[in-house]
């Protein structure tokens, strides 16, 4: 298999353009999507026999929970790469993937609590699925300290790399706690290969919604990868042309 | 559209909630995102605009 287009992609200046010239075609189609699948969620689909309308708080609340496990795990696998094979790039795509994914934890943690308080009659519970989730974030805001309290580059992609590595055992722990120990949270909803728990009607808007949320997710990495690269490579000569 | 299908029962403050805290935190990443790539970039061109004059005093220092 030829990898010369692998190597190119890696190296910054082609990173950078590509990310750039991506950004758009994933932000708007994304926001489109989102726009399409909230009205569906919100006035389309019929409300659930047993939870009533709360349950169109799903079409926010599965997205963005998915998005916090996919982004960390991104983060953590990037960070690796950046570790073993000491490529800078993929340091620069683990340091972009934290704000993102700090956000999607908190959003998971906010609307979770805010659909626990009708349905279990309480904004938060020491559950196994909301504390992990909950050490998920402090994952997050410890890997952005750690890299913020190092002033040189290269030593902050080293340690923060050793901790995304290491909260890495959360993620299958966050995923199967439903299945591990008796959960207030329900199981999981979609299924991949046997038959999804939800109404094929609402399937619909939340793989459209997932779909949408992940390709905004890689229009905010473009525009962290490029500040990342544009911070590590400040002495080279190809970023003259590019931002003069 | 209705107001009965905007209050969604009694839930709809549950949902609206949900719903406007994620526009919130999007809408944060949008511009968090931006704000931290122009700021590189402005930086970037600090940093060729100084290195441009100091190369000028040299140039004037030597003649």
Redesign the interface.
Known sequence: MNWVWFHKLASPPTAYAFARALRPWL?WPSILM?LWA?YAG??VVPPDYQQ???Y??IF??VP?ASMSLMVYSMMAIAAGIGLIWHMKLAHAVAAACV??GT??T??AL??GA??G??MWGAWWAWDPRLTTELILLFLYLGYMALRASFDDIGRADRASAVLALVGLVNIPIIKYSVVWWNSLHQGKTLSMFGKSSIDPTMVAPLLVMLLAFLM?FGA?LC??L??QI??RE?HAQW??KQ?? | ?SMA?LQ?????V??W???G??LI??L???F???R??Q???L???R??RMAEQSQQTDMEVRS
Request: charged share 15%.
């Open positions: 932000l989102m909230s919100l006035f009533l309308d709360a169109r708080i926010v609340h963005a704000l993102p956000v999607f908190v959003l906010a609307t805010i659909w308080k009708p905004f905010i525009d962290g490029c500040a544009l911070r400040r970023l003259l931002v003069s | 559209m299908a969604m029962g009694k839930y709809g549950y949902v909630s949900c719903y805290l994620t935190g999007l944060f990443l949008v968090a995102a931006r931290q790539r700021h590189e970039v930086q970037a061109k940093r060729i």
